[in-house]
């Protein structure tokens, strides 16, 4: 299994980015998929929840309005479409597989996104 991350970046408030994850080693569509993301000194976060097919989407309350989940079934990516973006929004992002009971059994190494003026 590999998930690689990309897209990060600097970018000043209230822009956007855009992240991809590039999946392999798994049947990609049988999975439910997250985006997780570390701000610095602070715990791990759940931004973004997509269930395997991609009809269901979940984001945490201080993403929601904000942040896009999708994926590409057929291209084995997932993507997190980020705008308005706020400082506070500055972390690590990892892409995660959602495992058996909900917890995450693949990581990828993360990428950074940095926002700042």
């Known amino acids: 299994v590999q998930l690689v991350e990309s897209g990060g970046g600097l970018v000043q408030p209230g822009g956007s980015l855009r992240l991809s994850c590039a999946a392999s080693g798994f049947t990609f569509s049988s999975y439910a998929m997250s985006w997780v993301r570390q701000a610095p000194g602070k715990g791990l976060e759940r931004a973004s929840t997509i269930n395997s097919g991609g009809g269901t989407t979940t984001y945490a309350d201080s993403v929601k309005g904000r942040f896009t989940i999708s994926r590409d079934n057929a291209k084995n990516t997932l993507t997190l479409q980020m705008n308005s973006l706020k400082p506070e929004d500055t972390a690590l992002y990892y892409c995660?597989?959602?495992?058996?009971?909900?917890?995450?059994?693949?990581w990828g190494q993360g990428t950074q996104v940095t926002v700042s003026s």
């Open positions: 995660a597989r959602v495992g058996g009971s909900w917890s995450y059994d693949y």
